[in-house]
């Protein structure tokens, strides 16, 4: 939804985006786990004002109708849920802002309004829709799930109906059942309605 990685670009006026860039390059060279680049990037951020965080992550740029796409889905008695690797505070602004009914993502602790260390990353999406699916009841073959990284691609595996969005790894796009790059959300939604 965010056009650029929201808390990567945050990260870079907050001025810890050389370190944030530098856990980056390791995680793509090999040399960190998605698991401990996630949780090292949140702990540059232990000691932030979430105030001067989200402030940031809000000047991101997002995709064009988001709000419109989540409730006309909501419209069809669907669930629209956040699946993210994203902190807990990024997918409770984001509920706020576009009216997505919950999230499952990683949990950075917060009190009285300063990021703690306390974090629990989810570099493994499946595990995260796998848990979510138990709790609701929903199975995975009843889902359809939107993702642009290569961690969306083992939720794009279990699920019913996959859609790669704006992906720029080949091996994204391969995996989704519909691959579509466009800055309107709306068009997922119209593309979803031809394959129900």
Known sequence: MFRKAALTQAARTLGIG????SLDQMYHHRRITLR???ASEYKLLQGMKLADILREVSKVEVI?????????????????VLLTDNPDFVCAYLIERFGFEGYVGSKVGIKDGIVTGEIETLPDKRLGLRKY???TGIPPSRCVHVGDWVNDVPVFRIVRYSVALNAKVPKVKAAASHSMDTDDLLDVYKHLQTVA
């Open 18 to 21: 050389e370190k944030w860039d």
């Open 64 to 80: 064009k109708n988001v709000r419109e796409t989540v409730e006309k889905l909501q419209g069809h008695r669907i669930r629209v």
């Open 36 to 38: 401990e680049c996630l």
């Open 133 to 135: 699916c138990a709790w």
